[in-house]
Antibody, heavy 123, light 111 residues
Framework: EVQLVESGGGLVQSGGSLRLSCAAS????????MSWVRQAPEKGLEWVAS????????YYVDSVKGRFTISRDNAKNSLDLQMISLRVEDTAVYYC????????????????WGQGTTVTVSS | QSVLTQPPSVSGAPGQRVTISCTGS?????????VHWYQQLPGTAPKLLIY???NRPSGVPGRFSGSKSGTSASLAITGLQAEDEADYYC???????????FGGGTKLTVL
């Protein structure tokens, strides 16, 4: 079964840093765009960042630009999200999601999700 | 405030048909961007329900269908079942933003 498993969440103080990881298995990871999506407590889903299959393009929601960095290691089938200068409003469950392949990757939506990892930023 | 507007809640009795709307604008849904729908059961990760406006991934029951017209999209659920009680989100990729946008979500209650 295709699988994504996140790790790295935890409690951190405002201004601190955290690195999330997502381990992919049972699909050809290097062929797919990958994304991070978060969900604040009792709130809706918010796209955070996406990275192209070969890592050459990266996109971020405005609220995290300059603070978060998405990266991937296709040899290790892993996706990371480095988060610095964390704010209380970054508190959320963070999901990694497979996000399509090829030129029209956006036609396919996000078809595989991990179980999520919780990030709590305290003041 | 999301650029995609969904009703906060909808409800229906078992066996009934319900629809959830996702209203955008001429610069996103109306411009031809493809809409996707996700189901999030309580305490679980989202699950892709409909992709590319009206396509069901393998394993999604035929009771779920999607459509798009003008600046809106809709998710229809027929033969409502208790296990359909969940939050539902629409989503699209906006190339002008180089990013993905979610609707605010709709809570479906099965009466």
């Amino acid at each position: 079964e295709v699988q994504l498993v996140e790790s790295g969440g935890g409690l951190v103080q405002s201004g601190g840093s955290l690195r999330l990881s997502c381990a992919a298995s049972r699909f050809t990871f290097r062929n797919y765009w990958m994304s991070w999506v978060r969900q604040a407590p009792e709130k809706g889903l918010e796209w955070v960042a996406s990275i192209k299959a070969d890592g050459s393009d990266k996109y971020y929601v405005d609220s995290v630009k300059g603070r978060f960095t998405i990266s991937r290691d296709n040899a290790k089938n892993s996706l990371d999200l480095q988060m610095i200068s964390l704010r209380v409003e970054d508190t959320a469950v963070y999901y990694c999601a497979r996000t399509g392949s090829g030129t029209y990757y956006h036609f396919y939506g996000m078809d595989v999700w991990g179980q999520g990892t919780t990030v709590t930023v305290s003041s | 405030q999301s650029v995609l507007t969904q009703p906060p809640s909808v409800s229906g009795a078992p066996g009934q048909r319900v629809t959830i709307s996702c209203t955008g604008s001429g610069s996103n849904i109306g411009a031809g961007y493809d809409v996707h729908w996700y189901q999030q059961l309580p305490g679980t990760a989202p699950k892709l329900l409909i992709y590319g406006n009206s396509n069901r991934p393998s394993g999604v029951p035929g009771r779920f269908s999607g459509s798009k017209s003008g600046t809106s999209a809709s998710l229809a659920i027929t033969g409502l079942q208790a296990e359909d009680e969940a939050d539902y989100y629409c989503q699209l990729y906006d190339s002008r933003l180089s990013g993905w946008v979610f609707g605010g979500g709709t809570k479906l209650t099965v009466l």
